[in-house]
Antibody, heavy 113, light 109 residues
Framework: EVQLVESGGGLVKPGGSLRLSCAAS????????IHWVRQAPGKGLEWVSS????????YYADSVKGRFTISRDNAKNSLYLQMNSLRAEDTAVYYCARDWVAWGQGTLVTVSS | FILTQPHSVSESPGKTVTISCTRS????????VQWYQQRPGSTPSTVIYEDNQRPSGVSDRFSGSIDSSSNSASLTISGLKTEDEADYYC?????????FGGGTKLTVL
């Protein structure tokens, strides 16, 4: 069974940093592009970033470009999202997803003073 | 481009409802469309992928289609059940980037 489990969310002050992780199991992790998607409280879904299986290609939404960095460690079957210069509008549940096949349960990031 | 969905729809149990997803520019047929169901407090789950394919375990009451004349995708749910009450999101691709519709709240009353 394909499984994705996010961790690392929490409360952080504006301007602060946070690193999210996504642990994958049930498939050959290195074969797949993985994505981060977020959902602000009471709002819709927003794509954040994607990384191909060998990390050769990386893409970001304009809203996070220059502040967020996606990476992966295929040896550990793990995906990461380093979030810097956080803003109140980054407050959201962050999901990792393997295309339409599977989404994690999400981890909540709250940016507030 | 943007994907536009109705903010909300409502229908009675047993009836059929269709949710639209209109692409603002470029052809809807150029990129696959997925549909996600999100019940309150839950993770999104896929009900349709690649325009009209149903994942294993999804009821055949759910169907998807695209219409090039209106440049839109549609999710149709037949034989509505109260458990279908949820938010539904369409999703497609702008090159390699994902694009989501704003979501449609389905009320079954």
């Amino acid at each position: 069974e394909v499984q994705l489990v996010e961790s690392g969310g929490g409360l952080v002050k504006p301007g602060g940093s946070l690193r999210l992780s996504c642990a994958a199991s049930g498939f050959t992790f290195s074969d797949y592009t993985i994505h981060w998607v977020r959902q602000a409280p009471g709002k819709g879904l927003e794509w954040v970033s994607s990384i191909t299986g060998n990390s050769a290609y990386i893409y970001y939404a304009d809203s996070v470009k220059g502040r967020f960095t996606i990476s992966r460690d295929n040896a550990k079957n793990s995906l990461y999202l380093q979030m810097n210069s956080l803003r109140a509008e980054d407050t959201a549940v962050y999901y990792c997803a393997r295309d339409w096949v599977a989404w994690g349960q999400g981890t909540l990031v709250t940016v507030s003073s | 481009f943007i994907l536009t969905q109705p903010h909300s729809v409502s229908e009675s149990p047993g009836k059929t409802v269709t949710i639209s997803c209109t692409r603002s520019s470029g052809s809807i047929a150029n990129n696959y469309v997925q549909w996600y169901q999100q019940r309150p407090g839950s993770t999104p789950s896929t009900v349709i992928y690649e325009d009209n394919q149903r994942p294993s375990g999804v009821s055949d009451r759910f169907s998807g289609s695209i219409d090039s004349s209106s440049n839109s995708a549609s999710l149709t749910i037949s034989g509505l059940k109260t458990e279908d009450e949820a938010d539904y999101y369409c999703q497609s691709y702008d090159g390699t980037n994902w694009v989501f519709g704003g979501g449609t709240k389905l009320t079954v009353l």
